[in-house]
C-alpha cells in the first residue's frame, strides 16, 4: 500500500502500488513517501492495538498510525468491491539491509520476482530448477559489505552445488525452495487437525484456504493429500479473501448468522468475601468502607467454542456501586483460550478493552443496581444496560483501544 507525503492519501494499492513505488524509487523521489508491504503480519507480530499504534513502512525509518494504515486499505478494498460488483451486474541481513536501504526499487523487484516464483512451485516439479533475476545493485552489494563476488559467496555455502550462477540469474534446486515450506505447511497440517477435532467443527466436510499463502501450490497439494476426504476450496485472489470479507462484514454483518468464539470473554468484577467464597483464593483487600473483598474476579460471558448467532444478547448480569458516591463503574474485558478461567491474573489471560456504564443520579448510593448483557455475534461487542431504578435502557460499547 502506497502513501502520499502527506501521511493521508492514499495513492495505490496492490502491484499498482509496487510499480508506483518502485518509479518513484528510480527517481529517487521515494524517501518521503510511505510504502506498507504486509502490513497485517507487522500488526499481528506486535501483538496488541491501541490508538497510537505505530507501523514502520518499508523502508523502517518512518510510519504512520495503524488506523491511518488500515482506515485506507478498508476504503481503498471497500471501493475496489463496488466496483466489481458494478462489473458483474454490467458484464544475509548485512546485505539485505543495505540492499534495501540503497536500491529500494531492485528490492522490491527482486521480491516480486520471488513471489511470482513462489506461487508457481509445487511437488510436481521436484528436482527442477527456478531462475531468479539477480539485480546489478544486489550483486555490488554483496560485494561491497562482505568483500566477496557473488560467486564466491555462493561456492562457499552449503548450496554450492545446488545454486548456479548465469549472467544476471540465478538457478536454485526447486527441492531447496520446497523444503522451506516444510515446517510452516506441518504447522498447518497439525493445527487444522486439531480444530476439526474439536466438536465445534465435528462434521465439517470442507476446507476454505484463504490468506497469501494459501495461493500456493504445495500448501494445497499438502492440504488435499492430508485431508483427501474433504473438499477443498480455494478462492480466486485467497491472499485478498480475509480482507474482503471483513469488509463485506462491515457492511453486511447480517451475512454471518453465527460465529465460533475463539476466546472466552469476561469482565473483571469484585465481590465482598465470605467463607461460602466458590473460587480459588486470589487478591483480598480491605476497602475505604472496611469491606473485605475478593478481587480480579471473572465473570464468563461467553467460552471459547461456543456458537453465538448475530446481535445475540447474553444472560443478565446484576452489577452495583461498591461507593456510594461513585459516579460510574468500569470493567475491564478480559479473553483467554481457557474456557474456564478462574481469576484474570492467571496466565493467558489478556485485558483487550474497557467498559464504563454511567451513574447520573448517585442517590441511591450502593443500592443502585444495573443489568448487564452482554451483545456477540455483530462487527463489535454491545452490551444492554438497563437501569434497575428507573427502568431506562441503554447500550455501551466496549473500547477496545
Known amino acids: 500500500m502506497l502513501i502520499r507525503p502527506d501521511g493521508e492519501t492514499l495513492d495505490a494499492f496492490g502491484y499498482e502500488a509496487e510499480n508506483n513505488y518502485s518509479d518513484l524509487a528510480m527517481e529517487e523521489s521515494h524517501t518521503q513517501w510511505f510504502y506498507f508491504r504486509r502490513f497485517k503480519m507487522k500488526l499481528f507480530r506486535q501483538g496488541g492495538v491501541g490508538r497510537t499504534l505505530m507501523l514502520e513502512d518499508e523502508t523502517g525509518k518512518k510510519g504512520l498510525s495503524a488506523k491511518t494504515v488500515f ?24 546485505v539485505i539491509a543495505a540492499f534495501k536501504e540503497n536500491h529500494m526499487e531492485d528490492y ?9 516464483n513462489k506461487r508457481d512451485i509445487s511437488t ?20 561491497e559489505v562482505t568483500g566477496k563476488t557473488i560467486k564466491e559467496t555462493i561456492l562457499g555455502s552449503a ?11 540465478i538457478r536454485v534446486d526447486v527441492d531447496i525452495v520446497i523444503k522451506l515450506f516444510s515446517e510452516p505447511v506441518t504447522s498447518i497440517l ?43 476450496i ?15 462484514f462491515g457492511h453486511s454483518p447480517t451475512n454471518i448468522a453465527q460465529r465460533v468464539c475463539k476466546f472466552t470473554y469476561w469482565y473483571d468484577t469484585t465481590h465482598i468475601y465470605s467463607d461460602t467464597c466458590s473460587h480459588s483464593t486470589g487478591r483480598r483487600e480491605t476497602n475505604e468502607n472496611g469491606d473485605i473483598r475478593c478481587y480480579d474476579i471473572f465473570k464468563i460471558q461467553a467460552k471459547v467454542g461456543e456458537k ?15 461507593s456510594a458516591s461513585q459516579n460510574a463503574i468500569g470493567f475491564e474485558i478480559y479473553a483467554s483460550l481457557n474456557p474456564k478461567p478462574s481469576h484474570t491474573t492467571e496466565k493467558g489471560c489478556s485485558e483487550i478493552g474497557y467498559l464504563e456504564i454511567p451513574i447520573n443520579d448517585t442517590s441511591l448510593g450502593k443500592g443502585r443496581k ?20 428507573d427502568k431506562q435502557v441503554f447500550r455501551k460499547r466496549v473500547d477496545f483501544l
Request: charged fraction near 25%; charge should be neutral; hydrophobic fraction near 40%.
Open 108 to 116: 522490491i523487484d527482486l521480491f516480486r520476482d520471488f513471489e511470482l
Open 370 to 389: 444495573f443489568g448487564v448483557r452482554f451483545i456477540f455475534g455483530g462487527t463489535e461487542i454491545e452490551v444492554k444496560v438497563e437501569d434497575k431504578a
Open 71 to 94: 482506515t485506507g486499505a478498508i476504503k481503498y478494498l471497500k471501493n475496489d468491491l463496488l466496483k466489481e460488483s458494478e462489473k458483474r451486474i454490467s458484464g544475509g541481513p548485512g
Open 308 to 322: 453465538v448467532k448475530f446481535y445475540e444478547e447474553g444472560p443478565e448480569s446484576i452489577v452495583s456501586p461498591i
Open 234 to 248: 480455494v478462492p480466486n485472489e485467497a491472499g485478498l479473501a480475509v480482507l474482503k470479507s471483513a469488509v463485506i
Open 124 to 143: 510436481k516439479k521436484s528436482g527442477g530448477k527456478i531462475n531468479l533475476s539477480m539485480p546489478v545493485a544486489l550483486v555490488e552489494t554483496v560485494m
Open 190 to 232: 497439525n493445527h487444522v487437525s486439531t480444530l476439526l477435532e474439536e466438536s465445534a467443527v465435528r462434521g465439517c466436510n470442507t476446507i476454505v484456504m484463504v490468506g497469501g499463502f494459501s495461493e500456493s501450490p504445495i500448501l494445497q497439494e499438502r492440504v488435499q493429500k492430508h485431508f483427501s476426504g474433504m473438499s477443498v
Open 159 to 169: 548450496y554450492r552445488e545446488r545454486i548456479q550462477l548465469h549472467g544476471n540469474k
